[in-house]
């Protein structure tokens, strides 16, 4: 059946919470990518996540609250660190992972003991939230392995027919996924970069840890603290390359190695290199991060065999935007004279 567009009036997002009521999927807007939505307390629901995705069982969903009280419901307890997270950058694209109680299927935990928490800012998610009264098992609204939608043409491109309704918020704000993290004592752990930097959690404690998932490739035999780590992402249908180096030495390195279905990913026009194809996805972290999974599924549209993407500043968000790109590009990164590092 063809999948309901919804938009955000107040009968529309009723449509939305009675579908999510009787356990249907829905994709909504939240303000770092789509998500999409499930009773968290119903398993029989979140299969068809996993269903509608293609997403491997093992990779545990985000539950999505819209009011504070909703955490006892869902975690055991709540360390004193992850209080002053929740205070400091709650609602907002933040993802605590926290000991589970029982109200949360394995189904949603992908069979772990603990939960990822996530209170979004975006208007339109919690009040779809509030309306449904139980909180929102959502993961990113792609097909698994695709790059993350932020918009809700990209949502139907990968679910027409496979979920029933999408609600329409317009376009996401932060544009790449919530930053993941855990708690050792006092220590915050750093699963998924994202909006809410390193930086900024090193203003609440100053143990804060990234973990090497981030920016190594996860081989079999490490420990994966998060399941996500070990499967293949954000990847469009070209072969993405990170190029990390200066201007000058990324244009030699393209040009020698242009060929057609050849594009680049650059930062501004001012960069464009004679007789190469190419878009941008902008000057400072924040724009990238808007603008990265759009174009990554552009280059698809415009028939790209091969993407040599300019390597982003890792600081800020810019560091969930390298972590992006790294990922699509399979860890292919090419390191040449003149790199930022
Ligand atoms: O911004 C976001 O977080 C979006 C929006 C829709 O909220 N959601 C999202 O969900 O990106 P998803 O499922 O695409 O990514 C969730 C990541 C996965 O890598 C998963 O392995 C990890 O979080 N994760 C979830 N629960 C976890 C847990 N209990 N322990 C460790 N990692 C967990
Ligand atoms: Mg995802």
Redesign the pocket.
């Known amino acids: 059946m063809d999948t309901l567009l919804l938009g955000t009036s107040e009968s529309e997002l009723d449509i939305a919470a009675s579908l999510l009521k009787s356990g249907e999927v829905v994709a909504?807007p939240?303000?770092?990518?789509?998500?999409?939505a499930a009773n968290a307390f119903d398993s029989e629901a979140v299969k068809k996540i996993f269903a509608a995705k293609n997403?491997p069982c093992d990779?545990?969903?985000?539950v999505?609250i819209s009011e504070l009280s909703m955490i006892s419901d869902i975690a055991v307890s709540m360390p004193q660190t992850a209080k002053k997270c929740a205070e400091r950058f709650w609602p907002g694209?933040l993802?605590m992972?926290l000991p589970?109680k029982d109200t949360i299927p394995l189904v949603t935990?992908?069979g772990?003991d603990?939960?990822?928490i996530?209170f979004?800012s975006n208007e339109t998610a919690r009040r779809i939230i509030s309306k449904c009264g139980f909180p929102l098992a959502?993961?990113?609204?792609?097909l698994s392995g695709s790059p993350?939608p932020t918009t809700a043409k990209r949502v139907y491109e990968d679910m027409n027919e496979r979920i029933s309704a999408i609600v329409d918020g317009g376009e996401s704000d932060?544009g790449?996924?919530?930053t993941?993290i855990?708690f050792e004592g006092e220590a915050i752990r750093i699963?998924?970069p994202?909006k809410v930097s390193y930086e900024e959690l090193l203003s609440l404690t100053d143990k804060v840890y990234l973990d090497d998932g981030i920016e190594k490739k996860v081989s079999p035999s490490d420990i994966v603290?998060?399941?996500?780590?070990k499967?293949k992402h954000y990847s469009p249908k070209a072969e993405v390359i990170l190029i990390d180096s200066g201007l000058d030495e990324y244009k030699s390195y393209v040009s020698s190695h242009y060929e057609s279905g050849v594009f680049s990913l650059l930062f501004d026009e001012s960069e464009a290199i004679d007789g190469v194809p190419h878009l941008v996805y902008g000057i400072s972290s924040e724009e990238q991060a808007h603008f990265l999974f759009e174009r990554l599924r552009q280059f698809d549209e415009m028939g790209a065999k091969r993407v040599y993407a300019r390597c982003p500043q890792k600081s800020g968000v810019g560091l969930a935007v390298y972590n992006r790109i790294l990922r699509s590009a399979g860890f292919s990164v090419v390191r040449l004279d003149g790199g930022k590092g």
């Open positions: 909504i939240t303000e770092t990518v789509y998500g999409l997403r990779n545990p969903l985000i999505h694209p993802t992972i589970k935990s992908g772990l603990t939960v990822g996530r979004p959502a993961p990113s609204a792609n993350s932060v790449v996924e919530s993941v855990s699963l998924r994202g603290r998060s399941p996500g780590m499967y």
